[in-house]
Nanobody
């Protein structure tokens, strides 16, 4: 059974930093992509989550949403079965529940929330001005 467990969320002031972790329960030899998504407060549950960053697990190639380029960094540690998201220079508009996702289905964009097979439960990030 696959499990993704996020941690590292919290409350910070604007300009602060956090590092989110996503620990997964099996070796990622069969993963192709892992990604981070977020859903802002007040959004209807049916709305698509916003793709923030993703990483190709074999090549370490990364892709970022324009809104976080230069501020967020995704990375992976195969030995620890963990993917990280470093959040720097946080802004109030970054406030959201952040979710980890794994295994992108063929034919889907790497930052499309509808394309991933496995999801964690989320970790809350709150940024105050």
């Amino acid at each position: 059974q696959v499990q993704l467990v996020e941690s590292g969320g919290g409350s910070v002031q604007a300009g602060g930093s956090l590092r989110l972790s996503c620990a997964y329960s099996r070796k990622n030899a069969s993963w192709n992509y892992m990604a981070w998504f977020r859903q802002a407060p007040g959004q209807a549950p049916g709305n698509a989550r916003e793709g923030v960053a993703c990483i190709q697990t074999r090549t370490s190639e990364t892709l970022y949403a324009d809104s976080v380029k230069g501020r967020f960094t995704i990375s992976q540690d195969h030995a620890k079965n963990t993917v990280y998201l470093q959040l720097n220079n946080l802004k109030p508009e970054d406030t959201a529940m952040y979710y980890c996702a794994a295994e992108l289905r063929a034919g889907n964009g790497a930052l499309w929330s509808t394309g991933y097979n496995y999801w964690g439960q989320g970790t809350q990030v709150t940024v105050s001005s």
